[in-house]
């Protein structure tokens, strides 16, 4: 089954939320930003209209998702991240997004590698990984045995790898990039009852959130990079 094939039967929503919690970690300025994986391409076009990018550029797998926003970027590369050899000048970018994109991919380290190549010297690349220690998934193995794929979400059917808080910090050391920041994120952006119950009983005896995080959003520079 190729790549295309996995993402088949997709709502138009999975590709065309804008994702507000990855804007909110880019400053207002003239910024030339890359997103791997933009979708419908909203997350760049609102960064614009932000005045927080002057320049946006999308790469994308299915142009069809594309087609009604193509005017709207700079530039659109479509095509597998992992098979295409994009232009651009190495140090081009202030910003590269990968918002749920990196768990999609078969060498997720080798293409974080390759791509902050283009990334300047002061800039940042910006990732959202499901998390797949959240306790959900965790006491359907332990009590139900079960594993069952989905739509979307943490066991999103078109997921190749899984990831821990952990193993997301060694994703990124591999990959030659520093940590900055790490950020966990709750099922619908907050705590429900069951989780602040959660939270309250034994959050504070689990570093980060690991528990409860549905993922985590990730912030990176070059490790010769300055902040």
């Known amino acids: 089954m190729s790549k295309t094939e996995l993402y088949r039967g997709k709502s138009n929503h999975y590709f065309s939320g804008v994702r507000w919690d990855i804007i909110s970690l880019i400053p207002d300025g003239a910024h030339r930003i890359l997103e791997v994986g933009c979708g419908t391409g909203n997350t760049l076009i609102k960064l614009r209209e932000l005045n927080k990018a002057q320049e946006i550029i999308g790469i994308e797998l299915n142009y069809n998702i594309l087609q009604d926003n193509c005017n709207r970027l700079d530039a659109i590369l479509v095509g597998d991240v992992e098979e295409i050899e994009p232009a651009f000048e190495e140090g081009y970018f202030d910003y590269i997004i990968f918002a749920d994109v990196l768990e999609h991919l078969v060498n997720s380290a080798a293409i974080l590698e390759r791509y902050s190549l283009y990334l ?108």
Do not use: C, W
């Open 120 to 227: 300047k010297s002061t800039g940042y690349i910006i990732a959202s990984i499901p998390n797949v220690k959240n306790y959900r998934i965790l006491l359907d193995l332990v009590l139900y045995d079960k594993f069952e794929y989905a739509d979307a979400g943490i066991l999103d059917r078109s997921h190749l790898r899984f990831f821990t808080r952990r193993e997301m910090y060694r994703l990124f050391n591999k990959a030659g990039l520093g940590v900055v920041s790490v950020q966990p994120k709750f099922g619908g952006g907050h705590l429900g009852n069951i989780d602040r119950r959660l939270n309250h009983s034994v959050g504070r005896y689990l570093p980060g959130g690991s528990f409860l995080a549905t993922q985590y959003i990730i912030k990176a520079i070059r490790r010769n990079g300055t902040v």
